[in-house]
């Protein structure tokens, strides 16, 4: 009895070494990844912290604004032109004042959000916060 509890043991010890060595390399993994990694975004976090820098949560609740924002997010997402990251920048609107904000592929994206957000009924200026990842 004593002989089968012994291999018993040893069995389900070396199970459980077997499946731990996996899950903390791919930790390590990806710790690497992201010390190393494009989407490493700390810095842009930090910013957005400080409350100088609008976010989606400072957007007005008024009808009025709520509204504005939908109207641009729907002419942009329409716009099939435009990359993936254009079509999710951040849109916030306080008071007719809309300002845009996240990464867009060049200066041509960036203008091109800017005119459509122009051309919505209410909006009273557009400021144009939107980070080119090319020249």
Known sequence: MSTRLSLTIFTLTGSLLMMTVPVQAEQNT???????SELENTERNVRDKSNTTLTP?????????????????????RDKSLSVDAQNAKIITRNGVVTLRGPVANEAESIKLQKIAKKIRGVVQVNNQLENKAP
């Open 57 to 77: 949560e400072d957007q007005k609740e008024t009808k009025k604004d709520i509204k504005i924002t939908a109207k641009i997010r729907q002419a942009v997402v």
């Open 30 to 36: 990806v710790l690497h990844i992201a010390a190393n």
